[in-house]
T-cell receptor
Framework: QSALTQPASVSGSRGQSITISCTGT?????????VAWYQQFSGKAPKLVIY???NRPSGVSNRFSGSKSGNTATLTISGLQTEDEADYFC??????????FGGGTKLTVL | QVQLQESGPGLVKASETLSLTCTVS????????WNWIRQTPWKGLEWMGN???????NHNPSLGSRISLSIDESKKQFHLKLSTVSAADTAVYYC??????????????WGQGTTVAV
């Protein structure tokens, strides 16, 4: 069981928006702004798409955005495209000085 | 553009020590943290530990004293040793870079990953 909780799967149609939640505790997600999101295609390494809750690395589409409320962080992908179909993971710094990951969410684009 | 490449045996016998090396190319190791992260289908992603370019290793307490991290800046390499491995250590192992001790900027560069079976 992963330290951060994500839904196992989400789906949406092309052009729609979806959200993926990442729930932790006040010792990680709720206590810091150091939440990040990663996109992973099958057999590939994860790719950073959001850091510091709502910042995008250079080159990442502005269709990706993040937010946080309390102990839950949320990744939103707007204008869903077929190439967005992948697994998505959240991470958060924990008060014990370690990096925690969520269990991952499989996004299906219908 | 910084690239990371893991290398090491793909098969390790139970109770022995797993040793991996990550080679950094296209950039400096200076002022960054260098991480090891592994992934399994049953446990997902697990941060194992990291160390700053100048040393000062930090590791996940779940690994106890089994993990050892080192860095050789002159060779642009950092290393992972995991002792007394068992089948539970079978995973894809990634080396990765982060910019901040609190992971404020996330893990921004990843190696392609290497599969290690025990």
């Amino acid at each position: 069981q992963s330290a951060l909780t994500q839904p196992a799967s989400v789906s949406g149609s092309r052009g729609q928006s979806i959200t993926i939640s990442c729930t932790g505790t006040s010792n990680d997600v709720g206590g810091y702004t150091y939440v990040a999101w990663y996109q992973q295609f099958s057999g590939k390494a994860p790719k950073l798409v959001i850091y510091d809750v709502n910042n995008r690395p250079s080159g990442v589409s502005n269709r990706f955005s993040g937010s946080k409320s309390g102990n839950t962080a949320t990744l939103t992908i707007s204008g869903l495209q077929t190439e967005d179909e992948a697994d998505y993971f959240c991470s958060a710094y924990n008060i014990r000085g370690i990096l925690l990951f969520g269990g991952g969410t499989k996004l299906t684009v219908l | 553009q910084v690239q990371l490449q893991e290398s090491g045996p793909g098969l390790v016998k139970a109770s022995e020590t797993l040793s991996l090396t990550c080679t950094v190319s296209g950039g400096s190791m200076k002022n960054y943290y260098w991480n090891w992260i592994r992934q399994t289908p049953w446990k997902g992603l697990e941060w194992m530990g990291n160390l700053f370019y100048s040393g000062n290793p930090n590791h996940n307490p779940s690994l106890g004293s089994r993990i050892s991290l080192s860095i050789d800046e002159s060779k642009k390499q950092f290393h992972l040793k995991l002792s007394t491995v068992s089948a539970a250590d079978t995973a894809v192992y990634y080396c990765a870079r982060s910019r901040n001790v609190l992971f404020r900027y996330g893990v921004d560069v990843w190696g392609q990953g290497t599969t290690v079976a025990v």
